[in-house]
């Protein structure tokens, strides 16, 4: 009974506890201990979802990943209002994008930030984690979108997790 | 009282985010195939609501009641969902073999 009261990953409870204080209405005696009730019980729960330990080495190089790529949002929504605003016929593509990542960590916030960019959506991963299916609304060449996301994004995550 | 500097800075910032939400939902409508239409509200949601959440924190912060750290968070929170709801939808599209645009290259694979 005793070994279950355990913070199974602890980086990811002081997240939850500080997420849950900033939440509630102040901190007070009541929002500390349900706090504390969340930052054990979501991570036991969730355990399952973790059959290895994520590897986020250079995790100070992450803000600086998440401002490169809200830039990237910001320019690419115009790209984006324009397309859809001209009368011009999208040309969209499936394109099949060889990964170098192996971490699955990296790769869900590779595909999430594939998705994110404006013109771009992950649309799945292979069985064998070796690609991932893009759609993108407006591409002239199947080589351009895969050269884009392996030069913006994907360099800066094989630095940080590998 | 509130700054006018600030003042100017929400409207802005709500005009914008307004514009691009009114973008996402035009090209909801008008872009031809399933696929495709993903890309309007994954988009509008990601600039339009970031425009508006940050006009939130900015009267909150003016209007001397704090900063609004639940909006940064509502922020944080809707960056990490919106491209798995997208992921998902397109997943779910793929399965049920919804057809692509003609003109689209490639296909989607059979796993």
């Keep these: 009974m005793l070994d279950r009261l355990t913070f199974p990953q602890p980086w990811l409870s002081l997240s939850l506890f500080l997420i849950w204080q900033f939440l509630s209405e102040g901190v007070s005696g009541g929002s500390v201990v349900l706090g504390l009730v969340l930052a054990w019980a979501i991570p036991q729960l969730t355990q399952g979802f973790w059959p290895e330990r994520p590897s ?4 100070w190089r992450m803000p600086g990943y998440l401002v490169h790529v809200l830039r990237d949002i910001v320019v690419a929504s115009f790209e984006v209002a324009a ?70 994004y994907e360099r800066r995550l094989l630095e940080m997790f590998e | 009282m509130m700054h006018p500097v600030a003042e ?3 409207s802005a910032l709500l005009l914008i985010g307004g514009a691009f939400t009114l973008v996402g939902a ?7 195939d399933f696929f495709s239409r993903l890309h309007g509200p994954t988009k509008a949601t990601t600039l339009g609501v970031g425009a508006i959440m940050l006009s939130s924190v900015i009267y909150f912060s003016a209007s001397g009641e704090g900063i609004g750290v639940s909006e940064i968070l509502v922020t944080v929170f809707l960056f990490i969902t919106a491209p798995v709801s997208a992921n998902i939808l397109a997943k779910a599209a793929m399965h049920i073999d919804v057809p692509p645009a003609e ?4 296909n989607p694979w059979d796993q």
């Design chain 2, 103 to 106: 003109g689209t290259r490639g």
């Design chain 1, 56 to 59: 986020l080495l250079k995790w």
């Design chain 2, 26 to 32: 035009i090209g909801l409508a008008r872009l031809p």
């Design chain 1, 83 to 152: 397309l859809i605003l001209s009368a011009r016929r999208p040309r969209s593509a499936f394109v099949v994008y060889p990964l170098e990542l192996t971490d699955p960590l990296a790769i869900t916030v590779l595909a999430g930030t594939i998705s994110l960019t404006p013109g771009t959506v992950t649309v799945d991963v292979s069985d064998d984690h070796k690609s991932l299916l893009i759609h993108a609304l407006d591409a002239e060449s199947d080589e351009e979108v895969i050269h884009s996301i392996r030069n913006r």
């Design chain 2, 8 to 10: 100017y800075a929400i």
